[in-house]
């Protein structure tokens, strides 16, 4: 699954751990650091809530609906997944605190932080803490050796399968699909497209819908919980193209198909970065750069060109205070030097940086740069018997910085 979505090695060259994550969703436990902005008044009400088997849009759903509100007056600096105990800030526009304290939510203890003069958002949340338990996992020396080796050579920041989908990896090739202007195409891929691992029986009306394309077998046999493909065939009932009926979805989805096609892109020039350098402490001309700023937590800050204070940059790299970047392209990115190597990507699809430019703003992209290494040294990572510690600054994948460990595919 890791090679369809781009992550095609490992950086370092130790034996696995090995191991399970996720036996139960207490195993794994990720806290956000966040930046609250308190004040003594505010028209927001700021609450932490420790939930489990809670992903975060699902329960801004039943909050609203418990407080009487839309869900547009709840707002979160990032997403958590359902399979997890997780504590995360919300702020709710223009309630009480005598209204939240009242609710009672399965799996959810919900504690009122105070007030603030303005929503939380993105740029709030400065990482994240992990604790995270491996079942039957081998001995602490492997541990002791990879930790050496990413120090040296680079921890590898790429984006993990969930930013591909859940179960069935497929936003990007719908991504691809949409910037070729083949909208019937990416409506049946995201619709009806058959993916090993789903539930069989789900995958068997998958694959006959796939074959027929027929809107009214798909809502006859497909599942009520698959919500977002019911209501596209329904748009089919109703007369509408495929590209119409794309065009209905809401709008942090439409964005998604072309942020993972991006991320998928990503990954294969890390992959092939470090096919080539071995290592991702090395920078040459034409190369970006991300710096660490540090607050109650180190994150990343804008990335830059690497163009007059190479040798500072360099030095930066040496002192893990910066780290190598790489394109998320789009069609604003100016492909330099090494880098360059994603035109030859996009054209194994037949694409080119002007096709993020298309009539839709939810299916364009300017294009932006990323962290190639997470910098392990600003992470704490410790290893205890059966559980993994650690600080990852926001945009980076557990998964992912746990890999190089486990040496095993993780989603």
């Not at 997890?84 to 609710?103: C, D, M």
């Not at 859940?166 to 909208?183: A, P």
């Not at 007059?308 to 069609?331: C, D, F, M, Q, T």
């Amino acid at each position: 699954m890791e090679e369809k979505v781009g992550i095609e090695c490992y950086i370092t060259s130790t034996p696995g751990m090995g191991g399970e994550i996720k036996a139960d969703a207490s195993d794994f436990y990720v806290e956000e650091v966040a930046e609250l902005n308190l004040s003594d008044e505010g028209d927001f009400l700021i609450i932490k809530v420790e939930k489990r088997n809670w992903d975060t849009l699902n329960f801004v759903r039943v909050l609203s609906n418990a407080l009487g509100i839309s869900q547009r007056r709840i707002s979160f600096a990032g997403t958590k997944d359902k399979r997890a105990l997780t504590v995360q800030y919300f702020s709710i526009y223009g309630v009480k605190r005598e209204e939240v304290e009242k609710i009672n939510l399965k799996d959810a203890k919900i504690e009122v932080v105070g007030y603030a003069r303005r929503a939380i958002q993105l740029g709030d949340l400065f990482g994240n803490i992990f604790r995270i338990k491996v079942q039957n996992c081998r001995d602490g020396e492997i541990f002791r050796e990879t930790k050496s080796e990413l120090i040296e050579k680079g921890t590898p920041n790429f984006f993990g399968l969930q930013r591909f989908g859940s179960i069935r990896f497929i936003t990007h090739e719908v991504g691809k699909l949409i910037l070729q202007n083949n909208y019937k195409e990416a409506f049946w891929v995201y619709v009806a497209k058959p993916f090993e691992g789903e539930n069989e029986e789900v995958r068997k009306i998958r694959e006959m819908v796939w074959n027929t394309r027929d809107a009214k077998l798909g809502l006859r046999e497909l599942p009520k919980y698959l919500r977002y493909e019911r209501n596209l065939l329904q748009k089919l009932r109703e007369g509408k193209s495929e590209e119409e009926a794309l065009l209905s979805l809401p709008k942090n989805l439409k964005m998604m198909f072309i942020h993972a096609y991006q991320s998928y892109i990503f990954n294969r020039l890390l992959s092939e970065r470090i096919r080539q350098f071995g290592e991702l402490k090395t920078v040459e001309k034409g190369d970006f750069a991300c710096y660490l700023t540090f607050k109650t937590r180190p994150t990343f800050s804008d990335c830059s060109e690497i163009v007059v204070n190479e040798a500072r940059v360099k030095y930066l790299i040496r002192e893990r205070v910066a780290s190598l970047a790489l394109p998320l392209v789009g069609y604003d990115t100016e492909l330099k030097g090494w880098s360059r190597i994603a035109l030859d990507f996009l054209s194994e699809d037949n694409l080119d940086l002007g096709s993020f430019r298309t009539k839709y703003k939810e299916f364009s992209s300017s294009g932006s740069y990323r962290p190639a290494d997470i910098l392990i040294e600003h992470t704490d990572v410790s290893f205890d018997g059966n559980t993994f510690s650690f600080y990852l600054p926001r945009g980076c994948y557990a998964t992912v910085f746990l890999r190089e460990f486990l040496k095993k595919e993780l989603s």
